[in-house]
């Protein structure tokens, strides 16, 4: 079965620090790659994706993410968090119609 | 533009007494349907897709039944809660049969199972 898997389960940044979280899957065929994001007491909302084409993509808020075909990996990137960004993150892989979600990470960013 | 409606936002309900979770899309037709359940540490736990009336698929064995009686409207259902239903229910639709694909999520319902 497909698996998402985000190793990050709580990172604790300061303001202005820089962040990375990992994201890994498992299946070999052509898949749709996302980071949703969902801040406190707010529905979950797309903070990227990637379909095909350039494997840097760019999200709202100053998020990136680089989709690595050969590690099977599609790490979130911001060069700078904000207070704001204290929200837990998840990332999901579609393919077809199934989407699989990682057990999402907590971010919680100390002002 | 597509909207995705679930009620009640919150609900209280004793164990053993049935639930009945609706989700309804506007503004698309056909679309995909799912069920998840949010628990902290353990993130999104698919419970059941469909892909049109009728059609329900259910990923793990549990107290949860679910229902498409209409193209847009897909329904959470249980005979008799336990204390493990209490969670974070999530509905999505998506676009069937399409190449590049993403889901939109409802606000979600918070039930608390006593």
């Known amino acids: 079965a497909q698996s998402v898997s985000q190793h990050n389960h709580h990172v604790i940044l300061s303001e202005a620090a820089s962040l990375e979280l990992g994201c890994n899957y498992s299946y070999g065929g052509t898949v749709n790659l996302f980071w949703y994001v969902q801040y406190p007491g707010q529905h979950l909302q797309l903070l990227l994706k990637y379909f095909s084409g350039d494997p840097l993509v760019k999200g709202i808020k100053g998020f990136e993410a680089e989709f690595i075909k050969s590690k099977f990996s599609f790490n979130l990137r911001k060069p700078s968090v904000q207070w704001s960004d204290t929200a837990e993150y998840f990332c999901a892989v579609n393919t077809g119609n199934q989407f699989y979600f990682g057990t999402g990470t907590s971010l919680t960013v100390i002002p | 533009s597509q909207t995705i409606h679930q009620w009640p936002a919150t609900l209280v309900q004793p164990v053993g007494s049935p639930l009945s979770l609706e989700c309804t899309v506007e503004g698309t037709s056909n679309p995909n349907l799912y069920w998840y359940r949010q628990a902290a540490g353990r993130g999104l736990q698919l419970l059941f897709y469909?892909?049109?009336?009728?059609?329900i698929s259910s990923e793990v064995p549990q107290n949860l039944s679910a229902s498409r009686p209409q193209d847009r409207q897909f329904i959470l259902s249980s005979k008799k809660l336990l204390l493990s239903d209490s969670g974070f229910y999530l509905c999505a639709w998506s676009r069937d049969r399409v190449l590049y694909n993403e889901q939109f999520f409802g606000p979600g319902t918070r039930l608390t199972v006593l």
């Open positions: 469909s892909v049109g009336i009728g059609q």
